[in-house]
């Protein structure tokens, strides 16, 4: 009689990554007991609004399960150093790749595993999902068909809200992305001067390495320095309240504050926030 050597079967991983934005945290308390073993995990940066902490300890007691911090020993600063001091933009995006995709890659491993990505039934878009054959992505919201509403509703119900940034900011993020729109640097100026001064010594540290080399300038928003930017702050503020006006008179119902300020944000015509990190 020959002898049939077993397999172990390979257990799947499931894992649900947390942006500190709403649409995540709503997938995570609507997969809440839905999968006994859903892992949770968020790529931190060190650059986060502290806001998006105290949210992650609020939705962790929440879930009554821990979210995995990763990027523990390599953060943003680690990451400038390698990169020679060169600022992330929209068309070098190393911060994502190397503090959001690389980490959690690391973290799975060879495993198998299934990814669950909040992207909502009214959205067109995918988000990120990994080319590494052993992650598959699945959808609960386009599935079930949860929108917007359905998100809002998910959050209220379980009595966590939404993250005090909303008042000011429509996204998750770093404290200086460069997805910010303009109106949103003025509010990280008015509720965090301290990280809008980091921000603005990140950019005083780049330009003298750059105008010693005699090359290009970067800056965090577009066209401009925040130097810049706060003494146009009058300026932007007008923009922005003509647009809140619009998107508040539109002939629809009636909206909450956020997405008043994401349609606000729309008309001022910036560029669309980072799939991965914007969740």
């Not at 190393?94 to 959001?100: A, E």
């Not at 928003?221 to 930017?229: C, I, K, T, V, Y």
């Not at 009058?234 to 997405?259: K, T, V, Y």
Request: glycine share 6%; net charge negative; charged share 30%.
């Amino acid at each position: 009689m020959t002898n049939v050597r077993q397999r172990t079967p390979t257990k799947v991983r499931h894992v649900l990554g947390i942006s500190g934005g709403k649409d995540s945290s709503a997938l995570a308390v609507h997969m809440r007991g839905k999968v006994p073993d859903m892992e949770y995990f968020f790529c931190d940066t060190g650059a986060e609004l502290p806001e998006t902490y105290d949210y992650l300890n609020r939705l962790e007691a929440a879930l009554g399960k821990p979210i995995a911090r990763l990027n523990a020993s390599r953060d943003f600063d680690h990451w400038l150093q390698v990169y020679q001091g060169t600022l992330p933009s929209a068309s070098m995006r190393w911060c994502t790749k190397n503090l959001k995709i690389k980490p959690l890659e690391d973290w799975l491993g060879n495993d198998q595993a299934v990814s669950y990505v909040a992207i909502r039934a009214d959205e067109n878009r995918l988000g990120y999902v990994s080319t590494k054959p052993n992650i598959k992505a699945v959808f609960p919201f386009r599935e079930e068909g949860i929108d917007r509403d359905g998100v809002s509703a998910i959050l209220d119900e379980s009595g966590i809200g939404l993250p005090a940034y909303y008042e000011w900011r429509t996204r998750s993020g770093c404290y200086f992305c460069f997805f910010q729109r303009k109106h949103e640097w003025v509010g990280l100026a008015d509720r965090h001067p301290e990280l809008f001064e980091r921000a603005i010594e990140y950019e005083d540290k780049v330009k003298y390495a750059s105008t010693a080399m005699q090359g290009r300038q970067y800056t965090w928003s577009q066209g401009e320095s925040l130097r810049d930017l706060l003494a146009r702050r009058d300026e932007i503020e007008q923009r922005h309240q003509a647009a809140l006006s619009r998107a508040a008179n539109r002939p629809r119902r009636n909206l909450p504050l956020i997405d008043v300020l994401a349609d606000a944000h729309d008309d001022e015509n910036d560029e669309a926030g980072c799939a991965v990190c914007h969740l």
